[in-house]
């Protein structure tokens, strides 16, 4: 079985499957904090900042919300980057490669 996906860093050696990405965010609007406070009530909020300030927030296809320390431009160019599968981190059942 050949479970390959590739993998982008967002932060304190935390990484999210980039092929799971719906949106990467700003939170600094009161819709992306409504968001994140309906996400927490529900469960499906993942807080990856260590506790430093939250400055993207990642909506994933499983619904989940992901909140992290790096510039959302930032994600974003590691998103692209691993969409071009240019310098991606793999993941197979050998191991990150």
């Not at 719906?22 to 600094?28: A, D, E, F, K």
């Not at 993942?46 to 992290?68: E, Q, Y």
């Amino acid at each position: 079985m050949n479970m390959e996906q590739n993998l982008i860093n967002i932060g304190f050696n935390n990484t999210i499957v980039c092929d799971r990405v719906v949106s990467i965010l700003s939170p600094n609007t009161a819709p992306m904090k409504r968001l994140k406070d309906e996400a927490r009530e529900d469960r499906r909020l993942i807080d990856a900042t260590h506790g430093r300030k939250t400055r993207s927030m990642i909506i994933t296809d499983s619904n989940h919300l992901i909140l992290s320390a790096i510039q959302p431009e930032t994600i974003s160019q590691r998103y692209e980057l691993c969409r071009g599968n240019e310098k991606t981190i793999k993941f197979s059942d050998k191991g990150i490669e």
